[in-house]
T-cell receptor
Framework: KAGVTQTPRYLIKTRGQQVTLSCSPI?????VSWYQQTPGQGLQFLFE???????NKGNFPGRFSGRQFSNSRSEMNVSTLELGDSALYLC??????????????FGPGTRLTVL | QKEVEQDPGPLSVPEGAIVSLNCTYS??????FMWYRQYSRKGPELLMY????GNKEDGRFTAQVDKSSKYISLFIRDSQPSDSATYLC????????????FGEGTQLTVNP
């Protein structure tokens, strides 16, 4: 079974630009979560999508947004980039079925550098 | 104060040593406890998943949860150079969906 894939793997942008990152979950998984990882703050939850609906949201500004498509693929968008947005953005998928151990499987991440 | 505290290390041990990694947490609502391993430039990989107090063993790895003390541990026996990575504890509760709260991560180096 193929794992979680994320594209692109590396991205360089300048302040003020916007960026879109993509995540394809494991086949059959309906939940996709996004996390930001930085050396200072560690892994922080951004949001979770399940069946095309945002189910949970972390404490990030509105510049961070996401969506999920009917095939469970997800995108996240960051508008008006700031230097502090430089980070590894990780996507995780899970089956999120009731009664099933909902392990989350992470992709390799997209490393975003904002200059 | 962070909900989950984890000593960031770095921790350096000789090959074959027993490694102990620990996390404490403040939110008593946490019910599910995980340990992830993250190699450099890779995504986290799930090592252990527990949802009750007590011990769970998987090969050289043992996860321990003490809910009364809000304390979890991961023990690695007979550590190998290939165990060199960052180890992250993570937690969630039943109403948090798939949202995980992570510790800062402990960087481990096992020297041959």
């Amino acid at each position: 079974k193929a794992g979680v894939t994320q594209t692109p793997r590396y991205l360089i942008k300048t302040r003020g630009q916007q960026v879109t990152l993509s995540c394809s979950p494991i086949s059959g998984h309906r939940s996709v979560s996004w996390y930001q990882q930085t050396p200072g703050q560690g892994l922080q939850f951004l949001f979770e999508y399940f069946s095309e609906t945002q189910r949970n949201k972390g404490n990030f500004p509105g510049r961070f947004s996401g969506r999920q498509f009917s095939n469970s693929r997800s995108e996240m968008n960051v508008s008006t980039l700031e230097l502090g947005d430089s980070a590894l953005y990780l996507c995780a998928s899970s089956s999120s079925l009731a009664g099933v151990r909902n392990e989350q499987f992470f992709g390799p991440g997209t490393r975003l550098t904002v200059l | 104060q962070k909900e989950v505290e984890q000593d960031p290390g770095p921790l350096s041990v000789p090959e074959g040593a027993i490694v102990s990694l620990n996390c404490t947490y403040s939110n008593s609502a946490f019910q599910y406890f995980m340990w992830y391993r993250q190699y450099s430039r890779k995504g986290p990989e799930l090592l252990m998943y527990t949802y009750s107090s007590g011990n769970k063993e998987d090969g050289r790895f043992t996860a321990q949860v003490d809910k009364s003390s809000k304390y979890i541990s991961l023990f690695i026996r007979d550590s190998q150079p290939s165990d060199s990575a960052t180890y992250l504890c993570a937690m969630s509760y039943s109403t948090s969906g798939s949202r995980l709260t992570f510790g800062e991560g402990t960087q481990l180096t096992v020297n041959p």
